[in-house]
């Protein structure tokens, strides 16, 4: 009996590590000296639906391609030698003409498609490098549970795509910059400890939370910033009706207006969405963070309202801080 006790326990403590560690690592290096030279030729030699998480070790340099990690690949890690230094980077746009001679979108103009759940990364600039040509996005996300850690989105408009009503996605100590509803769409979306510089005067955010979700972009502990000369910012405006931003003890700098937030008026097919769009903060600080000539239909939390801010009610239980 003790033998058979003995075997279960191993095969438990094996079937468990196998689920922590990376059971494969590919390096990618412009130099030739790893696994691969291109990012997205070492993404498709993993195996589809592998049993773990697949670590992807880039090393310093500029990687100028346009990247898909398909859904048929989960737990996928893109760890950068240098977030400053390994530069995923492309240019399309809205507008641009693509090899079938067709005018891509927005939603294909990304430079790194997340279509996979469980991707992580780390370390990495991700750069559309397109600015002023048309909506441009660098970071497009529709998987569940994704991270991103130290690392920087750069773009114009429309630089991260938070993409589909069932993904959460989790963003910790980067830094985000861009021009016109930089942060956008569905998602439920945390953005921790994060610096988000506007490069124009524009809306930072432009959320479209569905109906039935109760959280869209929450921000923890961030810091607002802007290029030179730029005085004229919202912190949002709605994309759709039931959009939900919450921004909690960030720090805002004089370039946010006093009024805060945008209601999006011309949208013929969704008309009044202030009326049902959910705007709040609470501790706000620095030039932009007083709230006294706030438009009346935001809101103001209370000490008592933060005990629904927490990581494990925002993401249905779902830790990304113990990733």
């Known amino acids: 009996m003790k033998k058979i ?69 989960h737990k996928i890690t893109l760890e950068g030698e240098n977030k400053d230094n390994t530069i995923i980077t492309n240019n399309d746009f809205s507008g641009k003409l693509d090899s079938f001679n067709e005018k891509m979108t927005t939603f294909n103009s990304y430079t790194l498609l997340v279509m996979g759940d469980d991707i992580k990364i780390s ?6 490098s397109s600015c002023n040509e048309g909506q441009a996005v660098s970071l497009h996300v529709e998987g569940d549970r994704f991270i991103i850690k130290n690392s920087k989105i750069l ?13 959460r996605q989790y963003f910790e100590n980067c830094y985000i910059e861009g021009t016109t509803d930089f942060i956008f769409g569905q998602a439920t979306v945390v953005f921790k400890n994060c ?13 479209a939370t569905e109906s039935d979700r ?14 030179e000369g ?31 937030w945008n209601p999006w008026k011309g949208d013929k097919m969704f008309p009044d969405k202030e009326k049902t769009a959910y705007y709040a903060e609470f501790g706000s600080k620095s030039d932009g963070g007083n709230t006294t000539n706030r438009v009346n239909w935001s809101h103001q939390l209370t000490k008592k309202d933060l005990k629904n801010y927490t990581l494990e009610k925002i993401f249905n239980d779902w830790k990304p801080e113990h990733n």
């Open 155 to 167: 773009g114009c408009q429309d630089t991260i795509y938070s993409a589909t009503n069932h993904s």
């Open 195 to 207: 610096t988000i510089k506007s490069l124009a005067d524009s809306y930072i955010t432009a959320a």
């Open 214 to 227: 109760q959280y869209g972009f929450v921000f923890f502990n961030c810091q607002l910033t802007a290029k």
């Open 5 to 73: 006790f003995l075997i279960f326990f191993i095969s438990i403590t094996q079937f468990l590590f196998a689920e922590n560690e990376s059971y494969i690592k590919i390096t990618v290096a412009k130099d030739g000296s790893g696994d691969f030279t291109s990012i997205q030729k070492a993404i498709n030699s993993i195996r589809d639906l592998g049993p773990a998480e697949a670590l992807i070790f880039i090393k310093s340099g500029t990687y100028n391609e346009k990247i898909v990690i398909p859904s048929s690949k």
């Open 123 to 128: 370390n990495l600039t991700i750069q559309n």
């Open 230 to 260: 730029i005085t004229k910012v919202y912190l949002g405006r709605p994309w759709r009706p039931y959009a939900k931003t919450v921004f909690i003890n960030t720090e805002m700098g004089k370039h946010i207006l006093p009024e805060g």
